[in-house]
């Protein structure tokens, strides 16, 4: 029976006022309806200001490089979307088999390619160290292709899906950057230093899988 009529008191209201139940005068009504449409609408640009910055607007600015496939703009850091380049402290070995900086070398052929010119940058997501990860090019040129294209980073195709595969095979038929020698994978290099390898060790291929 109660659940009767609860169905029966449900059937009582009002459709033609959704935000009153009890109906009073058409003043009082107003009055209400007004109130509450007010509320609503306050709430709602509360909610709207204080959402996450999800869908943020372009950076646009001079960059400062941080490493082969990280920026900074506006003091906002940024990882360049689905490309992975070696580390400031990797290592990888050139045409003479002699190891170079590979990670030093890919951050500043990128500062000097962007030559202080602007830098847009597109956010599409933010990484687990809290940087902003986005897309970024300078005179129309997406600068995360342009390093895999010159051997400097490698399509990262878990995050890219194979967006740059065809830039990083023309950079190994080219032999240009890293393709002139021998490398290992920055996410394998990684993964070595965090096992307790150190730098050098981590950079010879025999030792980057813990």
């Keep these: 029976m109660a659940s009767a009529n609860r169905r029966k008191n449900c059937s009582d209201w009002s459709l033609s006022d959704p935000f009153s139940v009890v109906r009073g005068t058409d003043n009082e009504d107003r009055r209400s309806g007004n109130m509450i449409r007010a509320t609503i609408a306050a709430f709602a640009a ?34 360049l979307w689905g490309i992975d380049a070696p580390e400031s402290s990797q290592l990888c070995r050139g045409p003479d088999s002699n190891l170079y900086r590979c990670g030093a070398k890919a951050a500043n052929d990128l500062d000097s390619f962007i030559a202080r010119r602007p830098v847009n940058c597109t956010p599409v997501a933010e990484d687990q160290y809290g940087r902003t990860v986005a897309t970024c090019s300078v005179g129309g040129a997406d600068l995360g292709e342009w390093l895999v294209r010159n051997g400097l980073a490698l399509d990262w195709p878990q995050y890219s899906k194979g967006r740059y595969a065809a830039a990083e095979r023309d950079a190994d038929r080219s032999g240009r950057g890293m393709w002139t020698g021998s490398y290992v994978e920055p996410w394998l290099f990684r993964a070595c230093i965090r096992a307790g390898g150190t730098p050098t060790n981590c950079s010879d291929d025999a030792n980057s899988h813990p």
């Design 46 to 79: 509360l909610i709207f200001v204080s959402m996450p910055n999800a869908f943020a607007d372009d950076l646009v600015g001079q960059a400062s490089i941080i490493d082969g496939d990280t920026l900074q703009v506006h003091g906002t850091r940024i990882r």
